[in-house]
């Protein structure tokens, strides 16, 4: 009986702290509003440039291409890996996003006007 209890003590001390490390796996889109809302954003600084006449139809043909590419990529990221995106595959989105705010910006304020 004593030996029983000590058997299911031990146990529980080992498998306690597995238990707690299996439930730190990453859920898709968890870490993903970043992502998302940096997707929003750039969206509506091309929307705003449109209506603002700071961008021209041509560049905002180019943006929104590369804005496209983007989202294909993403969406490619997620098919290999089950709907999830390694830190990686994030990693990868973020630098394209700040490349793609740097196209943005320059577009927006070089002296092409509608």
């Known amino acids: 009986m004593i030996i029983t209890r000590r058997l299911v003590l031990a146990a529980s001390f080992i498998l306690t702290p597995l238990a707690m490390f299996a439930q730190t796996a990453p859920t898709p889109g968890r870490n993903d509003s970043s992502i998302n ?7 509506q600084r091309i929307g ?3 209506r603002s006449g700071q961008l021209t139809a041509g560049e905002t043909s180019r943006l929104e291409h590369q804005e496209a590419g983007i989202n294909r990529e993403e969406r490619g990221m997620r098919a290999q890996d089950n709907g999830h995106l390694t830190k990686q595959d994030r990693s990868t989105l973020h630098h394209q996003q700040n490349q793609e705010s740097r196209r943005i910006y320059r577009d927006k304020h ?3 006007v509608r």
């Open 37 to 43: 809302q940096r997707k929003n954003a750039q969206q």
């Open 110 to 112: 070089n002296a092409k």
């Open 48 to 50: 705003n440039g449109v």
